[in-house]
């Protein structure tokens, strides 16, 4: 079981967050390769999109940031679970 964190303030993204927080529940995570303590999903709004990532609860280490919108490359649109399941998979690739 993963636990999401995000910042009380970002109110606008706070109805696609709660429905995330059940499907982050759900991930298996595995431990941080670098001190062994449990990550955590981390998703904040940043400039009208929701950024995502997955870092460790003690030394903060993290994948790249993954963030819903549109896609210029494939014109694809990333919603909240499409950027924490790819956080997910890089993580637990160590990538
Ligand atoms: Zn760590």
Same mark, same amino acid.
């Given at each position: 079981?993963?636990?999401?964190?995000?910042?009380?303030?970002?109110?606008?993204?706070?109805?696609?967050?709660?429905?995330?927080?059940?499907?982050?529940?759900?991930? *298996? @995570?595995?431990?941080?390769?670098?001190?062994?303590?449990?990550?955590?999903?981390? #998703?904040?709004?940043?400039?009208?999109?929701? %950024?995502?990532?997955?870092?460790?609860?003690?030394?903060?280490?993290?994948?790249?940031?993954?963030?819903?919108?549109? *896609? @210029?490359?494939?014109?694809?649109?990333?919603?909240?679970?499409?950027?924490?399941? #790819?956080?997910?998979?890089?993580?637990?690739? %160590?990538?």
């Amino acid at each position: 079981m993963s636990r999401l964190v995000h910042n009380p303030g970002d109110k606008d993204m706070l109805s696609s967050i709660d429905l995330a927080d059940t499907y982050v529940n759900s991930l *298996e @995570l595995r431990r941080c390769p670098f001190c062994g303590e449990e990550a955590e999903v981390y #998703a904040g709004s940043m400039c009208g999109r929701i %950024r995502v990532v997955v870092l460790c609860s003690k030394c903060k280490c993290s994948t790249p940031s993954e963030f819903t919108g549109h *896609e @210029l490359i494939g014109g694809k649109d990333i919603m909240v679970y499409d950027a924490i399941s #790819a956080a997910a998979a890089r993580w637990n690739r %160590r990538q």
